[in-house]
């Protein structure tokens, strides 16, 4: 079982940034940010696999980036130019690589409690 631990969310105007940290126990091949706002579906927001291959939802390509650290179990989600509609619960996921011709997906077997952001206009 991996343990994941976020940290970094907080209320900001909108056009603001903040920087999301996953701290995890182990990294198996990929982590993802996913994010689910009240009354709406969970979405997945930015994943880094193994490699630091990243791949992003169209909702937050060119405003949020996804990285790990080069030494530390540690990873962020740099959020820029947000929105009210960014407000959600983020949460840090972990899991095993599936790649399938182009197509690559992060398999999640462990969750993190996750940390809210709200974004105000």
């Known amino acids: 079982q991996i343990q994941l631990v976020e940290s970094g969310g907080g209320s900001v105007q909108a056009g603001g940034s903040l920087r999301l940290t996953c701290e995890f126990s182990?990294?198996?091949?990929?982590v993802s940010w996913f994010r689910q706002a009240q009354g709406k579906e969970r979405e997945e927001a930015a994943t880094i696999f193994i490699g630091g291959v990243t791949k992003y939802a169209d909702s937050v390509k060119g405003r949020f980036t996804i990285s790990q650290h080069n030494t530390k179990k540690e990873v962020y989600l740099q959020m820029n130019s947000l929105t009210p509609e960014d407000t959600s619960m983020y949460y840090c996921a972990a899991g095993n690589r599936r790649v399938n011709g182009a197509r690559w997906d992060c398999v999640i077997s462990d969750w993190g409690q996750g940390t809210q952001v709200s974004v105000s206009s």
């Open positions: 182990k990294f198996t091949g990929c």
